[in-house]
């Protein structure tokens, strides 16, 4: 069973707008982590947030964490054609963090 | 820093064979972990070592895949007898230590025929 489950499944959009996913849990964890995954090719790690965290940046991305409602959400400010690629929230829980990916939201940007 | 290096980078066996794959970590990171990626899906995780020992392996099928980790350094992940179904990208992954982030290869694309 999926514990992350990223929302939508697929986005396009224009290069220049903002992209938003999200991503619902159902137990406690003990961080979350969004990745990027090019075609063909392995997953690239971006942000790691951990329960006790709210909010994270790192360049033009800014991640959230609503422990209470059990989601997260990634945004992608500015968008270019490079961040077309499949996006993925993975929890860990327990106390041997076991990481638990979801199925992704595919990302378009048209030039 | 050297990547996590997995080869090979194809494989294309008929059903019944056996297969192995082989994955190299960064130096030094204790975490270690297999996963199969199935086309269109979130990876699976199949087993995670920390250093050379198994911390979780409960949705490995050990009917027919086994792994282990050398000297907790290098790790081997087999598949015998191959099935339609484990068709997949396997992909290995490590980290410094649990609750880090974690790097991956590039994967084994995996077709069973």
């Known amino acids: 069973s999926q514990q992350g489950e990223e929302d939508p499944q697929a986005l396009s959009i224009q290069e220049g707008e903002n992209a938003t996913m999200n991503c619902s849990y159902k137990?406690?964890?003990?961080?979350l982590q969004w990745y990027r995954q090019n075609s063909g090719r392995g997953l690239v790690h971006l942000i790691l947030?951990?329960?006790?965290?709210r909010e994270k940046h790192s360049g033009r991305l800014r991640v959230t964490l609503d422990t209470s409602k059990k989601s997260s959400s990634l945004l992608i400010t500015a968008s270019r054609a490079a961040d077309t690629a499949s996006y993925f929230c993975?929890?860990?829980?327990?106390?041997?963090?076991?990481?638990?990916f979801g199925r992704g939201t595919s990302l378009i940007v048209h030039p | 820093e050297a990547g996590v290096a997995q080869s090979p980078r194809y494989k294309i066996i008929e059903k019944r064979q056996s297969v192995a794959f082989w994955c190299n970590p960064i130096?030094?990171?204790?975490?270690l972990y297999w996963y199969q990626q199935i086309l269109g899906q979130g990876p699976k995780l199949l087993i995670q070592?920390?250093?050379?020992?198994?911390?979780?392996d409960s949705q490995l099928p050990k009917d027919r895949f086994s792994a282990e980790r050398l000297k907790g350094v290098d790790s081997t992940l087999k598949i015998q007898p191959a099935k339609l179904e484990d068709s997949a990208v396997y992909l290995c992954?490590?980290?410094?230590?649990?609750?880090?982030?974690?790097?991956f290869g590039d994967g084994t694309r995996l077709s069973i025929l």
């Open positions: 992954a490590s980290s410094l230590n649990r609750n880090q982030p974690q790097h």
């Open positions: 137990t406690s964890i003990n961080n």
């Open positions: 947030i951990r329960s006790n965290e």
């Open positions: 993975a929890t860990e829980t327990g106390g041997s963090y076991i990481p638990t």
């Open positions: 130096s030094g990171h204790a975490t």
């Open positions: 070592f920390q250093n050379n020992g198994v911390v979780d």
